[in-house]
């Protein structure tokens, strides 16, 4: 089956700097790379999502970044903000129905 | 719309003991699935299901039982509990095809 890898496992930035969070995945055929934000004691949360046929999104001060023949796929924070303090999951699927999750990114934004 | 709701929040078993999670969706999605969340572990697939009467196992399925009777609800079933399935324990739902899943609100469980 499809795994998931996620590094790093924590990050502390300074507010105002960026962020990276990274993922590989061992599946080729995976299509679908989601990401979510999981705040302390929260439900997880889609931020931004990639499809296959794409090698990069953004949405205002997020974005994602897919490398099809690496199989990784990268989230980029810019201008960090204290609210963007959380747990990131990155995910990926092969089949629609199924996802398989990284282990988590705990990211720290300090003043 | 109240989106994806599970029940119970919180719940504390005794090693042996049964008891059934119930997850509701009024979003009328198709896919329902059931997660469990360890510290350092992610979330990993329980069993999922593409649709009224159906289920699959998914990542880590022993332990657990499901059942989808009706399109808006997704049971999840454990028949004798274990101290290893302390846990949070996550519904999600979603449309076919590679799209965004809902989270319910989690269902923290201890065993002990």
């Known amino acids: 089956g499809e795994n998931v890898e996620q590094h790093p496992s924590t990050l502390s930035v300074q507010e105002g700097d960026s962020a990276v969070i990274k993922c590989t995945y061992s599946?080729?055929?995976?299509?679908?790379f989601p990401w979510y934000k999981q705040e302390l004691g929260k439900r997880p949360q889609l931020i931004i999502d990639i499809r296959s046929n794409v090698g990069e999104k953004k949405d205002q001060r997020i974005a994602v970044t897919l490398n099809k023949t690496a199989k990784h796929f990268s989230l980029h924070i810019t201008e960090t903000q204290p609210e963007d303090s959380a747990v990131y999951f990155c995910?990926?699927?092969?089949?629609?129905?199924?996802?398989?999750f990284g282990t988590g990114t705990r990211l720290q934004v300090t003043l | 719309n109240a989106g994806v709701t599970q029940t119970p929040k919180f719940r504390v078993l005794k090693t042996g003991q049964s008891m059934t999670l119930l997850c509701a969706q009024d979003?009328?999605?198709?896919?329902m699935y059931w997660y469990r969340q360890d510290p350092g572990m992610g979330l990993r697939l329980i069993h999922y299901s593409v649709g009224e009467g159906t289920t699959a196992k998914g990542e880590v399925p022993d332990g657990y039982n499901v059942s989808r009777l009706k399109k808006q609800n997704f049971l999840l079933g454990l028949e004798s509990a274990a101290p290893s399935q302390t846990s949070v324990y996550f519904c999600a739902s979603s449309i076919p095809g590679a799209k965004q899943q809902f989270f319910g609100p989690g269902t923290r469980l201890t065993v002990l």
């Open positions: 979003m009328n999605h198709e896919y």
């Open positions: 599946d080729s055929a995976s299509n679908y």
């Open positions: 995910a990926a699927s092969i089949a629609a129905s199924k996802l398989t």
